[in-house]
């Protein structure tokens, strides 16, 4: 678990560093721990009195290693691992190894009443048991090759089944030389079965053996089970140690394959990284993974806006980030050249999309009430990452809430934040709060297509390239270029700066609370054809629809019905084509 307190984490530290240090002690204890069971399930079933026969099996080897654990760390160090080492001596519970490796068979079944859960010898009144099994049995076996060489049958063969026992079972074609002493039992299509008087004897003797070997077998482990579950807690904290062996040693093996770092901690609430990493994608992308800086602070760095295009990498950059925290406070070393950071009390973060149709939630509602939840809960010490917040309403509704989010945890929270957006407009609030910063992701254009470079640079950028990342996850041609005119159209008409000095101009009529292509009718431009601009192929000129857009603007669209609004729709349509006719 990840921990708070810098003296724990930096013991953590001073182990995991060790065992990156000895790579020879680190192998030594990964051999020794290797092939060991889930001690703390076995020892919970254990107590339980559901542990299998297998289980204690596995119960023994755990504790059979627990002395060359001890011999292979008397050499360590670090004070945990030191502690460690005394955790684990073996104490009473070699008793408990030597009993189950007296009673219990190296290979026993999984359950109990299969047999041969018992070794041979530990219990005399078990082993007389199975001697008489043994020996019952092989008088079986006897007494068919006895009786094929008295009456000359030799397919006559002795069997068993749970309805009639044993039996001799001799074919149709052999039935003349079947011995008059010979008891009928069955007919069968092709054959005749009998018993004979001796032949039951010897069954019920054998049965009789069987039935109370398997008790007694069972009676056998239920005491040795018991014997193991008495030392239960014993066990368990046994159990705990090892378990914390295995993670510091499992740290140290990934810090030293991922050439970790070790993070130094400090306690002026910053989180500095050189060249930090994701843990998982620089594996998976094998080498081609870009590393990047990070510096978050209490003072002028506390709130950083992360612009830049989709699947530039800015979601990986806030993940990347979490996972340092993390792995620093639960003692590991973390992918980066350098770390320095101070601990978090939580880490919140708002990331991906996803609705509860069955609760009635959307995606934005799910949204702002996990934002909620941020906001009512995070404090000075905690470190929130949002991505892209407020996208799921309208423009301007969205840009106002990621605005006032912004304000609130710079001004109220006082949090280390990042907040990833594609709304440019937040990237004024540097110029306004002491702790908000600007970054983007590095983008090289190339004519018509971009690079992403994956890199955090200082700074803003005003462009997302959502058309290009369309263009790249093959969105038909047409579609792409319409797409960069009606962009060119919004950009030219749509003005979204809340803290531009000086008086702006302003359209009039209805207020939308969503960017629009038009609000008003726009004069024609000079050299434009008939066919230009926003309309499409065959508009007329807007002078001859404003009757019908003098309509439009008037309407009360609130007090519209569904059905209502679809038949104004059609009749402007039918209206605007017979003017076009």
């Not at 109220?412 to 540097?430: D, S, W």
């Not at 000129?541 to 569904?562: H, R």
Request: hydrophobic residues 40%; contains cysteine.
């Amino acid at each position: 678990m990840p921990l708070l307190s810098p003296e724990d984490i930096e013991s953590r530290l001073d182990a995991v560093e060790e065992l990156v240090g000895d790579a020879m002690l680190r192998a030594d204890l990964r051999e020794a721990l290797k092939g060991g069971g889930d001690l703390e399930r076995v020892v919970a079933r254990t107590s339980c009195g559901t542990a299998s026969p297998k289980d204690l099996a596995a119960l023994k080897g755990s504790i059979e290693r627990l002395p060359r654990v001890v011999e292979i760390l008397k050499g360590a160090r670090a004070e945990m691992l030191q502690g460690l080492r005394g955790r684990l001596e073996i104490g009473h519970l070699r008793e408990v190894a030597d009993l189950i490796g007296r009673a219990v068979a190296d290979d026993p079944p999984s359950a109990i009443r299969e047999g041969g859960i018992i070794r041979d010898g530990y219990d005399p009144e078990l082993d007389e048991l199975r001697s008489m099994l043994r020996e019952g049995r092989g008088w079986i076996a006897r007494m068919e090759r006895q009786e094929r060489n008295r009456t000359g049958i030799k397919s006559l063969r002795v069997g068993y089944n749970n309805v009639f026992g044993y039996y001799i079972e001799v074919t149709k074609a052999n039935l003349s030389a079947v011995p008059p002493e010979y008891i009928r039992k069955q007919t069968l299509a092709g054959a005749e079965r009998f018993i004979t008087p001796e032949l039951k004897e010897m069954e019920s003797r054998v049965l009789s053996a069987q039935e109370r070997s398997a008790s007694l077998e069972e009676e056998i482990f239920l005491s040795v089970r018991g014997e193991a579950a008495a030392r239960s807690r014993e066990i368990q904290e046994r159990a705990a140690a090892l378990g914390e062996l295995d993670v510091l040693v499992t740290l140290a093996a990934v810090a030293a394959d991922g050439e970790f770092v070790r993070p130094k901690l400090n306690d002026q609430g910053e989180i500095s990284m050189r060249a930090s990493r994701h843990p998982i994608l620089e594996r998976a992308m094998r080498g081609g993974f870009v590393p990047n800086d990070v510096h978050l602070d209490g003072r002028g760095n506390r709130f950083l806006i992360l612009t830049g295009p989709n699947m530039a990498g800015k979601s990986t950059y806030m993940r990347q980030i979490a996972l340092a925290v993390v792995l620093a406070q639960i003692g590991s070393f973390v992918p980066a050249a350098f770390a320095s950071i101070s601990p978090v009390d939580r880490i919140f973060t708002r990331v991906g999309a996803y609705d509860d149709l069955s609760a009635g939630q959307s995606t934005f509602m799910i949204e702002m009430t996990e934002l909620a939840k941020i906001l009512g809960s995070a404090t000075s010490k905690s470190l929130i990452l949002l991505d892209e917040i407020g996208r799921g309403t309208s423009t301007f509704d969205g840009l106002a809430i990621a605005w006032s989010v912004t304000e609130h945890i710079h001004n109220r929270v006082r949090g280390k934040a990042v907040f990833a957006t594609h709304y440019h407009q937040l990237t004024q609030l540097a110029g306004v709060l002491p702790g908000v910063k600007n970054y983007n992701m590095a983008v090289k254009e190339e004519g018509d297509s971009v690079v992403f470079l994956r890199t955090v640079v200082p700074g803003a950028t005003d462009r997302s390239y959502g058309i290009h990342v369309a263009k790249l996850a093959g969105v038909p041609e047409e579609v792409v270029a319409r797409s960069k005119e009606i962009l060119r159209e919004i950009e030219r008409e749509a003005v979204i700066e809340p803290l531009a000095s000086g008086p702006r101009p302003r359209k009039g009529g209805t207020r939308y609370t969503q960017l629009i292509f038009f609000d008003e009718p726009r004069p024609p431009v000079e050299g434009a054809d008939d066919n230009g601009g926003f309309m499409g192929e065959g508009s007329t000129s807007y002078d001859d629809k404003g009757e019908i857009l003098e309509e439009i603007m008037a309407l009360e669209i609130d007090g519209l019905t569904p059905l209502e609004a679809l038949n104004k729709l059609s009749d402007y349509k039918r209206r605007l084509h017979t003017g076009d006719d």
